[in-house]
């Protein structure tokens, strides 16, 4: 089965094609400020070139298509429905089912399948989404009550005249020093606020790679903190870690260190799936078109679709 993946949730629009155990993964994302309606500008005018790089890196013709996957949510609306609308449209083109995904659920699932095996929990981290995941069934069992961690370090980073929270990493790696900074967990839930605020409020007194440095360090501890008392009380051996956090460098530092202290299985992917991608759309939608999920035709977008609501927007067959 060909299986052609869309995502275009938010700033990336990434195309997948995955034949057989092959996967094909080109994709582009939007570098300014994010204006839905100017993220779906992008995403619509550079559908049809990265399809045909796509199509040409698989080597197959548009016609060879067997399955559309696309990402259905969450998301921001108007980026969303470019992807959505292009889906529905292609499907009815080529006379081919068209289904599909929870974006969440599909970082998930690439790191199931890039490992080819499951994980007994998820710790989802990425610019919206901070949550630790029950696999077997989506129960989201820990989350950020406020902003997801991603963009809590965006903003920091902007704060400082960065572009991003990999730059603002990269400074970090320079820190001489540790400076204790708020840390608030409640249960397996986190916050960030108190700790963004102290961050901001205290720019000009401190080094600014120390701030950095324990910006992270105090924000992944809190992470951590949430994810031993998970595993533990689910009683999970084996953690998969996903979204685009996960390529944080001095996060998997953290983590190698962690899973050795409580003897936990880390399941982590390629950076290239760990950011938003297409072919982890393709993965998720062929393994449910092949376990009876089908979806409603035509597809709406959901913009606020729950990862533990994954499979409840589908008829099985
Ligand atoms: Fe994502």
Not at 133 to 161: F, H, S, Y
């Amino acid at each position: 089965m060909n299986v052609l993946g869309i995502e275009s949730t938010a700033h990336t629009l990434g195309i997948g094609i995955k034949i057989q155990d092959k996967l094909i993964n080109v994709l582009d994302t939007y570098k300014k400020e994010y204006i839905p309606r100017e993220l779906a500008e992008h995403h619509a005018k550079l559908f049809p070139e990265l399809l045909k790089n796509a199509l040409d890196l698989a080597n197959i013709y548009l016609d060879d298509i067997d399955l559309i996957a696309v990402s259905q949510g969450p998301g921001i609306g108007a980026p969303l429905s470019v992807g959505v609308g292009i889906a529905n449209y292609l499907g009815s083109k080529l006379n081919i089912p068209v289904i599909g995904v929870n974006h969440g659920y599909a970082h998930i699932k690439i790191v199931e399948y890039t490992n080819a095996r499951s994980g007994d929990l998820a710790l989802y981290i990425s610019g919206g989404n901070t949550m630790i995941i029950r696999t077997k069934d989506l129960k989201i069992i820990g989350e950020t009550l406020d902003m997801g961690i991603g963009n809590m370090l965006d903003k920091a980073a902007r704060k400082i005249g960065l572009n991003n929270a990999a730059e603002l990493e990269k400074l970090a790696l320079e820190a001489k020093e540790y400076i204790r900074l708020p840390y608030t967990v409640k249960g397996m839930n986190v916050t960030f606020a108190g700790i963004y605020t102290y961050f901001v409020n205290n720019i000009e007194y401190y080094n600014k790679e120390d701030l950095a440095y324990s910006l992270f360090h105090t924000s992944y501890s809190m992470l951590l903190e949430t994810l031993a008392r998970a595993a533990f009380a689910y009683n999970a051996k084996s953690i998969i870690i996903c979204g685009g956090v996960a390529q944080s460098v001095i996060l998997n530092k953290m983590l190698d260190k962690f899973a050795n202290q409580y003897d936990l299985l880390l399941l982590r992917t390629d950076n290239m799936y760990n950011r938003d991608n297409g072919a982890m759309i393709a993965v998720l939608g062929e393994y449910l078109y092949q376990h009876g999920y089908r979806s409603k035709y035509p597809l709406e977008a959901i913009p606020d679709y729950r990862v533990s609501d994954s499979l409840k927007y589908y008829f099985t067959l």
